[in-house]
């Protein structure tokens, strides 16, 4: 079978995937002490999401990065009450999450109109503070992108990752490529014949460790974190990174992968996933996949046979397990209807669950008299 692709790529400049800002608190305004008069509150500071904004926008449109809330009121004889300081906002892209400079996470930002606040303006003076004004909170906040596609492809470097998505994607797929400064994710559009699109996320190979930041580590782990589904591929024959590292089989390369995503974020074993098994028409692949598949059949016993450092607390269970081979197109239609078929039914377990909370919602607001049993 002979497989043509055109692929049509996009290149996105400089693309921002984090930005670090300074957000402060406007300070409280003065009491009056003669009077009784509270002072008002400082602004705060807020991220907003708005769909169409990109961080690069924020980058340009403030250069200093600082964002800086107004400042309360004085309390004077004409407005006892000072009024409050203006807030101040950060217009941010859907799909960020918003993190203090020692890592915690303040939230996330998914939807459009989603709001967090950030630097809490200071109290205005009162009585109780001997009528002075507190300052406004400071820190220094990160947003981080991520990317939000289908299906995101999990392997090491070299599986063929990017062959095989170049390869799925016929027609005039579209791959958008984002480049950071040495890790480029990109997304793919994998077309079908009635124009239905599902979007894949061709990412940087991974590497063990990948969870304390070796390699593209976190740059690529949160990436992951966005898809709906996650697509692993393997090499049948296995896997080096280089001369004075382990090799690594194809079992031991699923064991790891799972490792890694496991170490980074435990949830992410539980997103729907299918196993792909790449390069079946390299001379060996036909034992090294039988191999595999006898480990497959029973991965809680086969992966105790391994070493500790390879193995994961829990283990990934694959949607569908499929060999496939990137070069000479082996196993892609099947691959490609499965994936539709796997994001098909996720949507209608989804879907699903969303009636019955509602329904279970709408239940308990119901009083129980009227409820027929
Ligand atoms: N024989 C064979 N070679 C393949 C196949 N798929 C990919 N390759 C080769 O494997 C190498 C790596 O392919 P890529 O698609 O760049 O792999 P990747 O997983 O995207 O690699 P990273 O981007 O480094 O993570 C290339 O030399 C491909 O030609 C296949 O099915 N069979
Ligand atoms: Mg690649």
Same mark, same amino acid.
């Given at each position: ?15 921002? #995937? ?9 300070? @409280?305004?003065?009491? &009056? ?10 602004? #705060? ?22 964002? $800086? ?19 101040? *906002? ?8 918003? $993190? ?5 996470? &303040? ?15 200071? *109290? ?32 090491? /470097? ?71 589904? &996650?697509?692993?591929?393997? #090499? ?6 280089? %001369? ?27 997103? /729907? ?38 193995? /994961? ?11 496939? %081979?990137?070069?000479? @197109? ?15 039914? *996720? #949507?209608?377990?989804? $879907? ?7 329904? &279970? ?5 119901? /009083? $129980? ?5």
């Amino acid at each position: 079978m002979v497989w043509t692709s055109r692929v049509c790529c996009r290149k996105y400049g400089n693309f921002v #995937d984090n930005i670090r800002l300074y957000v402060k608190g406007g300070s @409280g305004g003065m009491g &009056l002490p003669r009077l009784g008069g509270h002072g008002g509150n400082g602004g #705060d500071v807020w991220v907003v999401a708005k769909k169409g904004i990109t961080l690069k926008q924020i980058k340009d449109k403030h250069p200093n990065k600082r964002f $800086t809330a107004g400042v309360g009121s004085n309390s004077s004889i004409h407005a006892l009450r000072g009024a409050k300081g203006e807030d101040a *906002q950060v217009l941010a892209p859907v799909g960020i999450s918003v $993190t203090s400079d020692d890592g915690r996470i &303040l939230g996330e930002l998914n939807f459009e109109g989603d709001s967090l606040l950030v630097a809490k303006g200071g *109290q205005g003076g009162t009585l109780t503070s001997g009528f002075l004004p507190s300052k406004g909170q400071t820190r220094q906040i990160r947003l981080d992108l991520k990317l939000i596609a289908d299906l995101g492809l999990v392997g090491f /470097p070299n599986a063929g990752k990017s062959s095989l998505l170049t390869a799925l994607s016929h027609a005039k797929p579209r791959i958008a490529s984002y480049s950071f400064t040495t890790l480029r994710p990109e997304i793919g559009k994998v077309i079908y014949n009635d124009h239905k699109q599902v979007s894949v996320a061709d990412l940087p190979g991974l590497i063990e460790g990948a969870h304390e930041n070796k390699g593209m580590g976190h740059r690529f782990l949160k990436h992951v974190e966005r898809t709906k589904q &996650l697509m692993f591929v393997v #090499d049948v024959c296995g896997f080096q990174l280089a %001369s004075n590292t382990p090799f690594r089989s194809a079992f031991e390369t699923v064991l790891l992968l799972t490792k890694e995503l496991e170490l980074y974020k435990e949830e992410l074993l539980g997103k /729907p996933a299918i196993l792909v098994i790449n390069k079946m028409d390299l001379p060996e692949a036909q034992s090294h996949f039988r191999e595999l598949e006898a480990y497959l059949e029973n991965q809680e016993e086969s992966s105790h046979l391994f070493s500790e450092d390879v193995i /994961p607390k829990s283990l990934m269970r694959f949607t569908h397990i499929i060999p496939v %081979s990137a070069t000479t @197109g082996l196993g892609l239609p099947l691959l490609k209807s499965l994936i539709r078929q796997s994001l098909e039914e *996720q #949507d209608v377990i989804e $879907t699903e669950g969303q009636r019955s909370e509602r329904l &279970l919602k709408l239940r308990s607001e119901i /009083p $129980t008299s009227s409820v027929p049993s």
